[in-house]
């Protein structure tokens, strides 16, 4: 199993990464022979990703940062870097590799104290790897400052470093940036290729996979979480019921509240998994006393951790809201479907008799009003808005129609 086989859909870019993997190790072995490198590569040093949620942005440059990584004997003999089964491509794609850096907003966006030190790193020769590698999830988190100093790193980059930098687009990132950059886009998969892998990947019927797979309209990530965990199929069946529970205003407010609740949990229990653990770590790191007690000086430490982990749970609950209006805007997509009788396949058969019920009972102008209520929502999110305000006000928008 190669790096390339996990990503869904995406041949084309695949076929551009491997090649340029290709002249990225005959770069590297130019390099240690003292010899004249290719007169044409395909190989640069900074990338830009991007491509709608769930075609694998991510996972694709994680890929690629394997490839570049591998150690596989089987270069030697002409085989494509990227073997999947190496040190360099295990520990890359799992992300020990020493020489692979990832960068990801905690919060909602990425401060210059968080790219401070990987910058620095930037500048570095490779420890043990073919090459040094920062991959940057969240480009488009970047702010001005943290943006001018991967500006400052993209222009004058050392000569064994790669930039990996993932945005949902082009427009996301500044032109300063992507003008330096390397830009592949991605597509959605196709529902079938999804089910497909989730057969094949994941040993899932292939009823579960197809209704999981149509469901998340080719959002990989989300397509095999809906098949195989039962407590994200009850959130999504939890918010498909949204609808039919805002014909009051008190429902409507109910609604509003328990759909916040509801991330606001999964933001807890995630903080649950990860805080604590952090927390001991950086203890012990710092030579905590028996009991508990810091030594001098450290406080302004610890602080500046629970600063990250408040980010991090302020991110969490607004992505776990994110999801729930994605979920909310497919559900109103099929709606607008039925009225305007459209032959295109609806994501939520399973919810198909709300679908019919609310599409008899309403207009095309009303479902379009409250799919823009919807984006009004995420807007607001996006702003900063408190999400209980936020949420309030589309649920009520939902309402008058």
Not at 31 to 45: E, F, G, I, R
Not at 99 to 128: H, Y
Not at 236 to 259: C, F, M, N, S, T
Request: glycine share 6%.
């Amino acid at each position: 199993m190669t790096v390339w086989d996990d990503l869904v859909g995406q041949e084309r870019v695949s076929e551009q990464l491997a090649a340029a993997a290709r002249d990225a190790d005959a770069l590297v072995t130019a390099a240690a022979a003292d010899t004249p490198p290719p007169a044409a590569s395909k190989m640069t040093h900074a990338w830009l990703f991007t491509g709608p949620p769930g075609a694998g942005v991510t996972k694709t440059a994680r890929a690629f940062a394997a490839a570049l990584q591998c150690v596989s004997p089987d270069r030697a003999l002409g085989g494509v870097p990227g073997c999947g089964f190496c040190d360099g491509c295990h520990t890359a794609l799992v992300g020990t590799h020493a020489d692979v850096s990832t960068v990801a907003a905690v919060g909602s966006q990425i401060l210059v104290e968080d790219m401070r030190d990987t910058v620095r790193k930037s500048f570095t020769s490779p420890a043990n790897g073919r090459w040094q590698i920062i991959l940057v999830e969240d480009a488009e988190r970047l702010n001005e400052k943290s943006a001018n100093a991967v500006l400052k790193a993209v222009e004058e980059p050392a000569p064994r470093t790669v930039w990996l930098l993932c945005a949902p687009s082009i427009e996301d990132v500044l032109p300063t940036i992507r003008s330096r950059c390397r830009h592949l886009n991605l597509s959605t998969p196709s529902v079938d290729a999804v089910a497909d892998m989730l057969v094949r990947r994941e040993g899932i019927e292939p009823d579960v996979a197809a209704a999981a797979a149509r469901a998340t309209q080719g959002h990989v990530d989300r397509a095999r979480r809906l098949a195989t965990d039962p407590a994200a199929r009850a959130r999504r069946a939890a918010v498909l019921k949204l609808p039919q529970r805002v014909e009051d205003v008190g429902g409507a407010l109910k609604a509003a509240q328990e759909l916040v609740d509801a991330a606001s949990e999964d933001a807890k229990q995630l903080a649950e998994e990860v805080d604590g653990k952090e927390t001991e770590e950086l203890k012990a790191a710092l030579g905590a006393a028996q009991g508990g007690r810091m030594p001098r000086g450290t406080a302004g430490v610890m602080k500046d951790l629970e600063d990250k982990q408040k980010r991090r749970r302020t991110r969490t609950q607004r992505d776990s809201l994110d999801l729930a209006l994605t979920d909310l805007t497919a559900f109103y997509r099929d709606v607008l479907a039925l009225q305007l009788g459209s032959r295109i396949a609806l994501a939520n058969t399973d919810a198909e008799d709300a679908l019919e019920r609310l599409a008899r009972a309403s207009t095309p102008e009303a479902t379009l009003r409250r799919i823009e209520a919807i984006a009004a929502c995420r807007e607001a999110l996006d702003r900063n808005v408190a999400p209980l305000l936020a949420v309030e006000a589309m649920t009520m928008a939902l309402r008058a129609g």
